[in-house]
Structure formats: C-alpha cells, structure tokens
C-alpha cells in the first residue's frame, strides 16, 4: 500500500531530494505539488495545483521544502485539514512558529515527523546502539561548510540567521540522542559566522558543537564524536549512505497507515527550536 503525498514548494531541495524520492516509491506517490512559483514546480513532474487546498484535497499526507517560517504558517494550515506531516528542520523560524506547528499536529492528531536525515541512516543508528554501551560523558559534534558563500543553498533565510538555524537541528539532535536530553545550553560566537555551543545533558554529560555555514575552501564532513568511561565512537556525514531518505520515506509511511506516532515527530522539533532559541537569544 502507498500513501499519497503532496509537496509543498518546488525550489532546489524538492527538485533533489524530495520529488524524486517520493516518485521513486515504493512507500509512497507523489500526488501533486504546489509552489509559489508554478513553473518551478512544473519540472517536478507531477501535477501542480494553483491552490494549495486543492493540493490537500488530492493527499493524505504533505511534505514541505520550503523556508522555516513559511513551513510554520502553511503546516498549521494540512494539519488542521487532516493531513499528516513530514516537516523540514527547522520546525518554524522561531519558537513562536514551532509552537503553534506542535500544537496543531497534536490537536489534529495528525502524524508528524521530522527529516532529520542523519537519524534515518543505519550507520548512524549502529553508531548510537555502540554509543550507550560506553558509558558516554561527553562528545562533540562539528558541521563546517560554505553553503552560504554560494549556490543553490545560500538561500535569504540561511545567509540571514546562519549555521545555528540550518545545520543546528542535525547535530542537537545527534547529541541529544547520544548522550540524553539536551536541557541547558551556552553559545557563543557569530550567528553567520562561526558558532559554538556547550550543551548540558539531563545525564550529566556535557558536549560541544561548532557550527559555520561561512568556511571557504576544503572543509571536512560533519561529524559526531562520543566519549564514554569504556571508550569512544565517532560518525561522519559520508557514512550515512544512500537509503535514509528511502528509510525516512518508509517510515512515515507505516506511521501515516497505522496511525501511530514517530519519535522524531513535530514534538521533539518544538524542543529542538527551543534549544537553538535559548543559544540565538545569548548571541543576540
């Protein structure tokens, strides 16, 4: 059984990623697509609706690539029409967004969940099983890139809030997941240049992340590495391999058929968003 699926905006990512994965099956078919620009979502080879509620009447489920405060606005909008989420990282722009986001999927009782592509990775969930049997104290996880010097990916949103905003949300959440729940953090730095966060974790461990979207030349994959009383394990970015999108598209799938939830679902976005709220409001 597939499910079908509408995507919401058409710009580099959903012409990459998403369009093709979501036409590729074997979960899912992609039903249509509406964008603000219609002839960017005509290459996307599906049909594309003027409006987006006629996009919602042809779906059961949306996925949105589109900037973080307009995922915040038009998420509220398939959830209060019934319809179940994939949603982008970040969750919103701002906490504010996040939370009116949350807090429709949860009165709607729609599936959500979130594409935080490092945790779809079967490297990454080998590395997290091997992590808890450390006994991990602390870690450090790094994304250093120039996606806002240029290309497809500078977009106004990045090039305006920086790293902390884009890549933030990937190596949180990895943290998170590897050594307990985020609940403290200190930042420092410059939110579209280089940024540093000390994360406190409700295990009592403690870990860093560095993060810049504004690094010229040769930078190395992001990585995440963990340190335990018995030892120590490490991921990078080019062992997550080729099927986490297929695993991501899998799993909400089953999710959306069974009505069941999702561990990495608009909830755990909203506490995601608070964490990097929290470091923003300390970088000013």
């Known amino acids: 059984m597939t499910i079908s699926v509408g995507l919401v905006g058409a710009g580099p990512w959903a012409e990459k990623v998403h369009a093709p994965a979501l036409t590729a099956g074997p979960h899912t078919r992609l039903a249509g697509v509406w964008a603000r620009r219609p002839e960017a979502a005509a290459r996307l080879g599906a049909p594309v609706f003027e409006r987006i509620e006629q996009l919602f009447d042809a779906c059961e489920a949306v996925v949105f690539s589109v900037p973080p405060a307009v995922q915040a606005e038009l998420g509220v ?16 722009a701002d906490l504010d967004g996040a939370r009116r986001l949350a807090d429709a999927a949860g009165e709607a009782g729609v599936v959500s969940q979130m594409c935080l592509t490092w945790r779809y990775s079967a490297a990454v969930r080998a590395f997290l099983a091997r992590v808890s ?20 990916f500078a977009s106004p949103w990045r090039l305006e809030r920086g790293a902390i905003l884009d890549v933030g949300p990937h190596m949180i959440d990895m943290l998170d997941a590897a050594l307990g729940a985020v609940v403290g953090v ?23 992340a560095s993060l810049c979207l504004s690094a010229p030349g ?42 069941g939830g999702h561990p990495l679902d608009a909830a755990h976005g909203l506490r995601l968003q608070g964490i990097i709220a929290a470091a923003e409001d300390q970088l000013g």
């Open 77 to 92: 909008m398939a959830a209060k029409a019934g319809k179940a989420l994939l949603l982008e990282k970040p969750l919103a």
């Open 218 to 259: 040769r930078t190395p994959p992001s990585r995440v590495d963990v340190y335990g009383r018995l030892g120590g394990e490490s991921v990078d970015r080019d062992s997550l391999g080729p099927d986490v999108f297929a695993t991501m598209l899998a799993e909400f799938a089953e999710a959306v058929r069974t009505g």
């Open 186 to 208: 200190r930042a420092h730095g410059n939110p579209t240049g280089w940024v540093g966060l000390l994360l406190e974790h409700e295990t009592g461990a403690v870990s860093e």
């Open 133 to 152: 049997a450390i006994e991990p104290f602390g870690g450090h996880a790094s994304s250093i890139s120039g996606a806002m010097l240029g290309g497809d």
